[in-house]
Protein backbone atom coordinates (compact mmCIF):
# COMPACT_ATOMS: atom_id res chain seq x y z
CA UNK A 1 0.00 0.00 0.00
CA UNK A 2 1.52 3.55 -0.96
CA UNK A 3 1.66 5.61 1.92
CA UNK A 4 0.42 9.45 1.26
CA UNK A 5 3.30 10.43 2.66
CA UNK A 6 4.85 8.71 -0.55
CA UNK A 7 2.55 10.42 -2.75
CA UNK A 8 3.33 13.90 -1.88
CA UNK A 9 6.91 12.86 -1.74
CA UNK A 10 7.17 12.01 -5.36
CA UNK A 11 4.69 14.84 -6.68
CA UNK A 12 6.67 17.04 -4.48
CA UNK A 13 10.01 15.83 -6.42
CA UNK A 14 8.96 15.74 -9.89
CA UNK A 15 6.07 18.00 -9.64
CA UNK A 16 2.66 17.99 -10.89
CA UNK A 17 2.00 15.62 -14.47
CA UNK A 18 2.44 17.57 -17.68
CA UNK A 19 -0.62 19.42 -19.25
CA UNK A 20 -2.60 17.73 -21.81
CA UNK A 21 -2.70 19.09 -25.24
CA UNK A 22 -6.46 19.86 -24.47
CA UNK A 23 -5.92 22.28 -21.23
CA UNK A 24 -3.14 24.30 -23.08
CA UNK A 25 -4.99 24.79 -25.96
CA UNK A 26 -8.11 25.64 -23.77
CA UNK A 27 -5.47 28.04 -21.93
CA UNK A 28 -4.46 29.48 -25.19
CA UNK A 29 -8.65 29.91 -26.46
CA UNK A 30 -9.23 31.98 -23.25
CA UNK A 31 -6.35 34.01 -23.67
CA UNK A 32 -6.98 34.93 -27.72
CA UNK A 33 -10.17 35.99 -26.19
CA UNK A 34 -8.63 38.18 -22.68
CA UNK A 35 -5.23 38.76 -24.43
CA UNK A 36 -4.38 41.50 -21.27
CA UNK A 37 -5.17 39.07 -18.19
CA UNK A 38 -1.67 38.64 -16.52
CA UNK A 39 -2.96 36.18 -14.18
CA UNK A 40 -4.62 33.66 -16.90
CA UNK A 41 -0.98 33.88 -18.55
CA UNK A 42 0.95 33.07 -15.68
CA UNK A 43 -1.09 29.79 -15.01
CA UNK A 44 -1.00 28.63 -18.38
CA UNK A 45 2.54 29.38 -17.98
CA UNK A 46 3.29 27.20 -15.20
CA UNK A 47 1.25 24.19 -17.19
CA UNK A 48 3.65 25.15 -19.91
CA UNK A 49 6.49 24.74 -17.07
CA UNK A 50 5.56 21.57 -15.75
CA UNK A 51 5.31 20.07 -19.12
CA UNK A 52 8.47 21.87 -20.40
CA UNK A 53 7.02 23.26 -23.50
CA UNK A 54 8.74 26.61 -23.52
CA UNK A 55 8.83 27.21 -27.16
CA UNK A 56 5.27 26.74 -27.47
CA UNK A 57 4.61 29.93 -24.99
CA UNK A 58 6.92 31.73 -26.44
CA UNK A 59 5.73 31.26 -29.67
CA UNK A 60 1.80 31.54 -28.67
CA UNK A 61 2.53 34.84 -26.72
CA UNK A 62 4.84 36.44 -29.54
CA UNK A 63 1.94 35.90 -31.77
CA UNK A 64 -0.47 37.13 -29.21
CA UNK A 65 1.38 40.47 -28.70
CA UNK A 66 1.34 40.90 -32.58
CA UNK A 67 -2.37 40.42 -33.03
CA UNK A 68 -2.87 42.39 -29.79
CA UNK A 69 0.21 45.17 -29.84
CA UNK A 70 -1.81 47.28 -26.97
CA UNK A 71 -2.28 44.72 -24.78
CA UNK A 72 0.54 45.69 -21.76
CA UNK A 73 0.62 42.38 -20.07
CA UNK A 74 0.63 40.27 -22.81
CA UNK A 75 3.99 41.63 -23.65
CA UNK A 76 4.85 40.90 -20.23
CA UNK A 77 3.82 37.31 -20.35
CA UNK A 78 6.13 36.89 -23.56
CA UNK A 79 8.70 38.40 -21.71
CA UNK A 80 8.21 35.99 -18.25
CA UNK A 81 7.85 32.89 -20.86
CA UNK A 82 11.40 33.53 -22.02
CA UNK A 83 12.74 34.03 -18.45
CA UNK A 84 10.58 30.79 -17.48
CA UNK A 85 12.96 28.46 -20.19
CA UNK A 86 16.47 29.98 -19.21
CA UNK A 87 17.06 27.07 -16.05
CA UNK A 88 16.65 25.09 -18.87
CA UNK A 89 18.65 26.49 -21.47
CA UNK A 90 22.04 26.03 -22.04
CA UNK A 91 24.92 28.14 -20.37
CA UNK A 92 24.95 29.49 -23.76
CA UNK A 93 21.63 30.54 -24.79
CA UNK A 94 20.53 32.35 -21.21
CA UNK A 95 21.70 35.29 -22.26
CA UNK A 96 19.96 35.28 -25.22
CA UNK A 97 16.79 34.80 -23.75
CA UNK A 98 17.43 36.93 -21.15
CA UNK A 99 18.30 39.98 -24.29
CA UNK A 100 14.93 38.85 -25.17
CA UNK A 101 12.99 39.02 -22.21
CA UNK A 102 14.68 42.94 -21.44
CA UNK A 103 13.32 43.60 -25.01
CA UNK A 104 9.62 42.30 -24.37
CA UNK A 105 9.91 44.23 -21.17
CA UNK A 106 10.92 47.24 -22.68
CA UNK A 107 8.11 47.05 -25.13
CA UNK A 108 5.62 46.69 -22.87
CA UNK A 109 7.32 50.17 -20.91
CA UNK A 110 6.37 51.60 -24.30
CA UNK A 111 3.21 51.10 -24.06
CA UNK A 112 2.57 53.09 -20.56
CA UNK A 113 4.51 52.71 -16.85
CA UNK A 114 4.30 49.44 -15.27
CA UNK A 115 6.05 48.80 -11.62
CA UNK A 116 6.26 45.00 -12.63
CA UNK A 117 7.89 45.35 -15.82
CA UNK A 118 10.56 47.73 -14.42
CA UNK A 119 11.16 45.73 -11.14
CA UNK A 120 11.53 42.42 -13.27
CA UNK A 121 13.61 43.99 -16.23
CA UNK A 122 15.79 45.46 -13.75
CA UNK A 123 16.07 42.40 -11.97
CA UNK A 124 17.19 40.59 -15.33
CA UNK A 125 20.11 42.98 -15.89
CA UNK A 126 21.47 42.55 -12.37
CA UNK A 127 21.94 38.35 -13.37
CA UNK A 128 24.22 40.23 -16.00
CA UNK A 129 27.64 39.09 -15.99
CA UNK A 130 29.36 42.34 -14.34
CA UNK A 131 31.86 42.28 -17.69
CA UNK A 132 28.27 43.00 -19.74
CA UNK A 133 28.27 46.40 -17.86
CA UNK A 134 24.55 46.53 -17.89
CA UNK A 135 24.24 46.59 -13.62
CA UNK A 136 23.69 50.84 -13.74
CA UNK A 137 20.76 49.51 -15.79
CA UNK A 138 18.89 47.62 -13.56
CA UNK A 139 19.98 49.70 -10.53
CA UNK A 140 18.09 52.18 -12.74
CA UNK A 141 14.97 50.07 -13.36
CA UNK A 142 14.58 48.63 -9.63
CA UNK A 143 14.71 52.19 -8.09
CA UNK A 144 11.69 53.94 -10.75
CA UNK A 145 9.60 50.35 -10.18
Given at each position: MISVA???ALLLHNGPPPPTPAVLAEFETKLRQDPNNLRLGADYRQAIIAGKQFDRAI???????RRNPQAQNASINTAF???????DASGFSQPFLGRD???QMSKALQLGPN???LYVRGLIYLYYKPFMRVTHLGVEDLEKA
Open positions: LVVKFFKELVAYVDKIPAINWLA
